[in-house]
Nanobody, 124 residues
Framework: QVQLVESGGGLVQAGGSVRLSCAAS????????MGWFRQAPGKEREFVAS????????YDADSVKERFTISRDSAKNTVALQMNSLKAEDTAVYYC?????????????????WGKGTQVTVSS
């Protein structure tokens, strides 16, 4: 069993930056593909970024390319999402997820473990 807890969300102005962190407990994330998803009010949960178990490969949604960066720290058992040049449309609850599968993994159903999410609100 893996427990995931997100942190770092809050209110930020458009053009600003926020760094989200996902801390895991229960077991090491070493063998897991990790992903970040977000869900805005009235919308479906959407893929943001994912990172391979070794951290050698990352994948980003087109909407966040060149602005968001996913990373992982195996020693700390954490995953981060650095969000720059934020826009109002980035406002959402952001979720961390873990999967034993390999690959890009852009679909929520491909992930087994989920955190409860952290709110990011971007004011324009």
């Amino acid at each position: 069993q893996v427990q995931l807890v997100e942190s770092g969300g809050g209110l930020v102005q458009a053009g600003g930056s926020v760094r989200l962190s996902c801390a895991a407990s229960g077991r090491s994330l070493f063998m897991f593909t990790m992903g970040w998803f977000r869900q805005a009010p009235g919308k479906e949960r959407e893929f943001v970024a994912s990172i391979s178990p070794t951290g050698s490969s990352t994948y980003d949604a087109d909407s966040v390319k060149e602005r968001f960066t996913i990373s992982r720290d195996s020693a700390k058992n954490t995953v981060a999402l650095q969000m720059n040049s934020l826009k109002a449309e980035d406002t959402a609850v952001y979720y961390c997820a873990a999967s034993r599968r390999l690959g890009t993994l852009r679909e929520p159903k491909e992930y087994t473990y989920w955190g409860k999410g952290t709110q990011v609100t971007v004011s324009s």
